[in-house]
């Protein structure tokens, strides 16, 4: 049998349509207006793309809406003049503290250092604590960490897997189940009255750092290091002239992604740290929001000093955020 | 021919060997050298990974069958006694309930505990699929050939590195009584009118969620990106259209990033303990401060018998318990994972 063209099938005459039919074929013009072609419209692909991409920008906008505004709120709270207000506020508070003493409009802000003062607490203290905790143990961490790096990427000794899988092994226990066997050794080395809890085990490296910047090191040639032994340089010169220098776009996402890590950390210090002198930043503003210093209306000077101790990490954040995303999607790409 | 030949290479090497004065072994200087930097280089680590987390996992579990506590004994002499229920300390811990001074069980016993805590933990780990949906959802969308995808992934990082306790004080304000939910919805979360104990731990979830997208879409995106360009190519040319080329092609290959993404979300999310801990407090606990048992996840009750109590043998035990468990979801996920491949 030949093929024929079964000239029924073609739906051609409006009169022929049910009335289902017919809002189909109006609902198929739409979408072939936004670019979806149907048996009844055809319709061009550029204007698909167009009609797409609306639509995506319309999702992620709203989405990024649903990031930002917490933040938002969180500041134009925070100078609300009092608990109500501050509670109430949508864009920005009924009511500022430019009502307050002084008609500033920042006056919970400059409140902060006397209300933490209150509570036994120093607030610049705890600034330099925090400092203190995020950033000893972070340098000198990724220095070990790039040394042990270093050795399982580029050097041949004995028991190197050994070694390897035996840190490597390490990632796999959870932090919270030894957490309590933590605090006995270090209350036994009398390190929780002084902070050095929170400072000294951070220092002997990171597995994970080390796993990430081996795998860096390991994609880099070693004719460089066959070289420099060539021309009688030792392995420590080595490793400070070329393979941190070269290292450092892998050593820097650490030490941002570290130090982040490090001001954040909440379970450590509350754990580990037994003297109020001694509290970080973080401590120091969970204190204050339990307490509100007695009174409710401090309420949006609890809120300033949240804001306060979100904006070293947001500015390096903005700062670095090519290196961080990078690592961070490096991370994914590996996988 | 051959054989004898063999054979008598053989003889004359093994009297070489007999005659010869055993060989000096000859130390090559710099393969020694080697092996000493190389072992100079890792030391430190090697010395904090043993004793910062092996030693304190030994440590851990010994403590787990003493009755250690802050009782005025130094560690080293609570080390030392091995409590006489022994094993049966963790048993204790799990399945039996407390009695009260009558001899009846009053049903808030440790293993309530445990179980209620252990269950809320995993409650809070719902946000998880919830999240990978999501965060699959928007990384195609921002891999999509659109201007500004760069600008969407920073913004969307953002609460990923934010500092918890900001966090959390933000939430109880916005979820609390009289915050800007309950005015507009009529029904509090974390507290005020209408909040219940699931409310309590729905903002909970919510917060985990959106605190924990933006990761997620970065690896998802890093994933896409490298799904295989001429794969797609050569599918579209078969006739596929855009949603069978992203299940058919574009999910296989982004599914280890996938399975990456859940093993450490839910290994992360069994460790949950910050978010409900500042938000409502601690358990057991005393005074303002004290939360109720069914908001606490479990790394929550280890905080509060350590915080509270000093118990120090029940929370090295409950730690214990929780690093099977985690070990054990671990292990399922990846024998389903493996199960699929087959």
């Keep these: ?69 917490p933040f938002w709120w969180m500041i134009a709270a925070s100078l609300a003049n009092n608990m109500q207000n501050m509670l109430s506020t949508f864009v920005w508070p009924k009511t500022t503290a430019t009502v307050l003493r002084g008609g500033n409009l920042f006056y919970h802000y400059s409140n902060i250092v006397a209300l933490a ?61 030894i957490m309590i066997a933590q605090y006995c050794i270090y209350d036994a080395l009398s390190w929780t009255g002084n902070g050095l809890a929170m400072i000294i085990p951070g220092m002997f490296g990171a597995v994970l750092t080390a796993f990430f910047i081996r795998q860096y090191l390991y994609g880099l040639p070693t004719s460089i290091i066959e070289a420099a032994k060539i021309d009688g340089a030792g392995y420590w010169r080595i490793f400070w002239t070329f393979i941190i220098p070269l290292a450092m776009p892998a050593i820097a996402a650490q030490f941002i992604l570290s130090f982040i890590g490090c001001w954040n950390n909440y379970l450590g210090p509350l ?48 700062a670095f955020q090519k290196t961080i995303i990078g690592s961070i999607m490096l991370t994914g790409s590996k996988e | 021919m051959e054989e004898q030949v063999l054979a008598a290479e053989q003889t004359a090497a093994e009297q070489a060997v007999a005659v010869d004065p055993p060989k000096k072994r000859r130390v090559n200087r710099a393969v020694l050298a080697e092996n000493l930097w190389g072992w100079f280089f890792v030391i430190f680590l090697v010395i904090g990974t043993t004793v910062f987390i092996y030693l304190s996992l030994v440590l851990s579990i010994w403590m787990s069958f003493t009755d250690y506590s802050a009782d005025g004994r130094t560690l080293w002499d609570a080390l030392g006694d091995i ?40 409650f809070y780990m719902i946000g998880i699929p919830i ?64 909040s219940t104990v699931w409310s309590q731990k729905v903002a909970v979830v919510i917060m985990t969620t959106w605190k924990g997208l933006g990761g997620s879409i970065l690896l998802l995106c890093a994933g896409l990106n490298g799904v295989n360009e001429s794969h797609k190519e050569a599918a579209s040319i078969d006739g596929a259209n855009a949603w069978t080329t992203f299940w058919r092609i574009s999910m296989p290959q982004l599914w280890p990033t996938i399975f990456y993404c859940i093993v450490t979300s839910v290994i992360g ?74």
């Design chain 2, 83 to 122: 409590h006489s229920d022994g094993f049966l300390h963790w048993y204790k811990y799990m399945f039996s309930p407390q009695y009260n001074a009558a001899g009846d069980v009053t049903g808030t016993g440790i293993s309530h505990d445990f179980w209620t805590t252990l269950v809320n933990s995993v």
């Design chain 2, 269 to 342: 999310g069994m460790q949950i303990f910050a978010e409900p801990q500042l938000i409502y407090g601690y358990y057991p606990g005393t005074g303002a401060v004290s939360a109720s048992v069914d908001v606490t996840p479990f790394v929550g009750l280890i905080y509060g018998h350590y915080y509270t109590n000093h118990n120090f043998a029940l929370c090295s035990a409950l730690g214990f318990i929780l690093m099977i468990i985690i070990l054990l979801l671990t292990l399922v996920q990846f024998a389903i994972d493996s199960r699929r491949d087959a």
């Design chain 2, 131 to 194: 999240g990978m949906a999501l965060s699959l959802f928007f990384a195609v969308l921002i891999s999509r050939d659109i201007k500004g995808s760069g600008a969407f992934r920073v913004i969307y990082y953002i609460p990923t590195v934010s500092s918890t306790v900001s966090i959390a004080i933000m939430w109880t304000n916005l979820f609390g009584a009289n915050g800007l939910w309950e005015t507009w919805f009529g029904k509090g979360l974390v507290s005020g009118t209408g």
């Design chain 1, 117 to 177: 003062q209150s509570q036994q607490l120093d607030y610049w203290r705890s600034v330099g604590v925090s400092l203190l905790y995020s950033l000893a143990p972070v340098i000198v961490g990724l220095i070990t960490s790039t040394m042990a790096a270093f050795a399982f990427a580029k050097l041949n000794f004995k028991g190197k897997n050994v070694v390897f899988f035996y840190c490597l092994a390490a990632i796999m226990v959870p932090g919270p189940s």
């Design chain 1, 271 to 318: 754990l580990f740290v037994s003297s109020r002198d001694w509290y970080p930043l973080a401590l120091v503003v969970a204190a204050m929001d339990t307490s509100y210093g007695a009174d409710v209306n401090n309420a949006p000077a609890v809120m300033a000093m949240a804001v306060l101790a979100l904006i070293p990490v947001l500015v390096l954040f903005a």
């Design chain 1, 1 to 69: 049998m030949t093929e024929e063209i079964r000239v029924d099938n073609i739906p051609a005459e409006e009169e022929q349509l049910s009335f289902l039919q017919k809002i189909h074929k109006g609902l198929c013009k739409f979408t072939s207006w936004l670019g979806f072609g149907s048996k009844y419209y055809k319709s061009s692909k550029h204007r698909k793309k167009i009609f797409l991409d609306v639509v995506t920008y319309v999702i992620l906008i709203l989405v990024a809406i649903v990031m930002i505004y």
